[in-house]
């Protein structure tokens, strides 16, 4: 952005340019520091750009608006227009228009038209019918005349269009828009709105918000009222009429029948109870009111006013709504938003993006992309690090790193790669697409998977600078969950085609751009597919993880016959547990070092049955074993081909392609199909005679498989031009429902066999109610209830593997209970609690009356080799647990990075290898004899080791959270909408309602009032632990606040925590005697706070002087203490952290006068004494 002044930002400078300016707006959003620069950019005369002298960050501030009407940080282009429009466009305008219509005043007026009386009934006329003559001035109002533009010379209008030009090839570049080579100014073309609404009525709209400055609404709402499609010039709605509106179409698109009609009749009494008070008020004045050309639109009144201005017809505001159109297959029964709809509104709305560019921060990696951009050596974490790949130049990788997906290996890879395609041509926009995908059960449905629903979502130019919000994400296809899969991909991959594809001449489709206010070309990319584990293998028509080869994902080996390998040696192990960081760049020969994937030796497995030995190499045929492999789309492609083709030729039996396609991880639906197709086409061409007839469903569906001329049928996900690792492990699934749950279920069952899991289960029984009362929005804790964890979900189990090691510091206060010992009397003589006393000591189920028991234990004690034993104590003592507990909180601490290094994924390395053999040692402590492996049968423990490639190629993990509107967040938006059972066409009204939906939400934000737009109930903060997400929720401690009042009581019969909430120092006082836990923020210069009176006041707190630290499971407890004179709150951006203060738990600590407490961070790091760190192994 061009400037013209420049100066620095010191006192004086305050003073003099920014007298009235909020103090925080000075303050720099991303890192939070004072800016130290200013100067006045020259596309926007009305303002200063504020420079950060340490990130180089920039933002304007107004500096016009009298007391700074403007309230956050000018950023993004479209909230800089709209504030530059409202703060100097709106007087001027209204200027013009009083002084045309004076100027007009005595024009003699002609006929009569309906519009012409409906704006006369919904202008207010006063009681002495003064206006009720002057039809000359209707006559301007509905001609549109009386605005008269005055002529400016030839040289400022150059001037004007050189500025705006200007300005627009400056956002190109902002926006990682390429520019062709000598793109000038007088090369920016306006868009032409005819050519674009005769291609596509729809953008109507877009024409009227941009083209008329803001009038897309306006329009939208004359047309629905008055039945017209144009808005005469010289009128306007006022805002909150327009906001009114809006909102009720917003209400009615939801609307039940009934609702509907309620609304009407409130609507009514309003209006009826708005006019008496009107017109009271009117009989009062002296004056009656000056004339005025702000059209007050009549309420709708009745149903019928709302069906015909919302819904009926095709004037109807809902109908109006520029919104992806809506396709339905009925065979299959799902519904589709239009893929280039998608794309061409996300881009008119002018919704912040980023398309891919040439990253800044990563300057060897752009030398060795710009020779080859399919360099195969950057694919995979472990070839980087010469684990028996071959020879590959890593010098580039010492000074790798990602924070940003735009700057990560796969973005980096796709932008060379288009470059190197392009050949020149109109400015190009590579817009980065993220899908997810996922069945779900409704709202009102029980959790069986009855009348499932599937659901596939975009989500576009999702980076971290935009975090993933309700405007980047649109729903693309819905349907029944049993629905086919290909289907949907087929559907996806034509709508990328159309967008992405050029034409004759070498041009791709343009698209208006709001953000730029110009149109552009779109190359949409494909970065990642998002889903659980179950759902990309169903997608990907792979075995499940209970399969014989595919247990871990992407990887074809047998765990259950190499288990014993995999898992380090004693002599590994002992390394591990002495922290030798490269113990696994040795080759061991007992063990392959949880390496699954390589070409150790020890990992091979036997070959199966019928297995066609051709496909064997040199090296299996000699071994008489098969080698483990990952796997590839081009593999996948290669085998159902070769499958199919030796089918039909006959050099195979079904049973030999059987085997043969099993080993290649392929699952029974699609090895069936194969089978299906290949005796459709041997019947067709009477190769076998003999073959047994097909049935007509299988026969149609071989017979369209022909016609489609698709070849050998396989999954459409194949068929995506991207590489295996994109179908990434998601961290919501894959660490949180995985890892964490598995590893509280395996501490649960060690408590069982130390026979601790009765007094667990009495003194978790409350015992999270003071975190939980907190309200913490990244500690979104809940009690457990009789020790068990029933209907936690992923934000559970994140909280609860922040608080984890402090937790279970209370086992070393548990005792044993004493060994079960038999009544000594007659079975038949047992009572109830003698009867649930012997099926508990089996861990057996022990509800039920006592006839129900009674015959359950001599059903045990009748059947064939007796009883089952009491379990033997476990020999794993609890040093052991705390060791799993510190290496989890440590790998996900790891794992849920900000920055991707070569350093940090080789420390994650470790730490995986490490928790995975501290949960087997624990696991084989307890698991019966026998039995499976835990980590073998729980795939997402198996998995673990995936998320290495994927850090390595896409950038941090955190920023595939699924929590947000990006993924399982957006069935927030969706589940409301399902109302009743799965009907006829449930799927096109479903889409239908979201689709609109999130028009009328777009659409509001862009006509609201203020100028910060972010709706911050829009944007799952869960994953942020800047200040950013502090300046928009204060401490967290607010949220929910009826909830917490109503918990409150639970805590403690004599303080209400909720009232201490509500501003209370003597209660605060009383709870710290009590020793209970506490909300605490980290500011920017590394100081706490201790935050009370619901955060008007923050205490600071301090390490008492001569205390001594004592270190319990990898925690630091030190003794605080605070100093009684409250502070008030400093600036909100100056937060860095939030903390929640923990006292050291036991039998009697917490009525001593020692207040040791730890302290655990947003991200995971924990108190060390000094400040904090990444917790020890």
Known sequence: ?????????????????FPSCDPCLLNCPSCEITASKFDTPVAYSWAYRVICGNCHDNWLVCKLCEGQRQRSHLKVTKTINRHHDWCLAKEKKLKKRKVGMENNANDESGGKSQTEKRIKESIDIPADGSLADDSALMEDIIDGDSVQNSEKSPDAINK??????????TLMTEHGIILPVNYKTEDVKEPDWELLLEKNPRMLYFANEYKKKGLGAQNLIFSAIYQEENMPNVLVFDDNDVKLHLKMAQLVNTCTRTQRAHLADIVRLVDDSTTRKLKAQAMEKLNGPSSTNVLIPPLPVSDEDLRREFQSNRYSLLNNLPCPRVSYNSLHDISFANFEDCVEDFLAH???FSGLEKSKINKELDKLLAIDPDANAVLSFGKNLGDGFGEVDDSWTEAYECSDKLDSILCQKLYYRVEKEENGGAPCLHLGVDLWFDGFDPNNQSKKNRGSVYIRTVTFAPSKSFRNNLQNTYPLAIGPDKCDRSIIDKHVQEGLKKVSSKNADGRRRTFYCAAIGAEVEVNGLLISKLA????????????????????????????????NYVRPCSVCREKIYKGDRKFDQVRCENCTQWNMDGNHPLLRFQIPENYPPECLSDIEKASELLSPRKISLSRLRISMREAGKRLVDGTWKEPVARSFLRVEGINEEWINKIVKFTRYVKAVNDIDPDLEELTEEEERLAEEQVLAGDGYPMPESWRDNISFIQNIDVPMH???????????????????CKRLYTKLRKKSQGAM????VLGLSWLKILDMRNGKMGGWISENYMAFSRIAPWWYTILEFITADSPYEEPNKTRTSWTKAELQDWLRARELDSSGVVIVLRQRVEGYFNQSGGPPPVPTASGIGIDAIYRLIRSLLRVISLAMTETVTKKHLEELTFCIKHFLTDFEMVDEGVRPKRKKPKWVTTYNIAGLLNILDGMWLMGPLRNFWEGSFQGEGFLRFVKPEINGGLRTLWSVALMNRLCKKKALSCILRETTITEDNEDIDDIDWSLVEDGERMRHLMMDIDLEENDREERAEEINETVDVGE?????????????EKHECFSVVVLEDDTLRLVIDNGMNWLDIFVKPGTTSQKKNGMTY???????????PAEHNRIRYGCAMLPLLGSKKRRTNEKAYTIIRSDWRVWNGEGFDYISL
């Open 1 to 17: 952005m061009e400037s013209s002044t420049e100066g620095v930002l010191d006192d004086e400078a305050r003073e003099l340019h």
């Open 160 to 169: 004007t269009a050189y500025t705006e030009n200007l300005r627009k090839i």
């Open 350 to 352: 002018g919704i912040p």
């Open 532 to 563: 659980d584990q179950p759902e990309r293998r169903k997608t990907l028509g792979l075995a499940a993880g209970n399969s014989t080869y595919h247990a871990r994902f992407g990887v074809i080996v047998d765990l259950n016959h190499v288990s």
């Open 734 to 752: 894959l660490l949180f429902l995985g890892m964490v749950e598995s590893a509280v279920e395996l501490i649960i069952m060690w408590c069982k």
């Open 769 to 772: 109610k003071g975190l939980e």
């Open 1060 to 1072: 201490f909430h509500n501003h209370d120092y003597d209660k605060f006082v009383i709870l710290w």
């Open 1118 to 1128: 030190d003794n605080f203490d605070y100093r009684p004179e409250g502070t008030a």
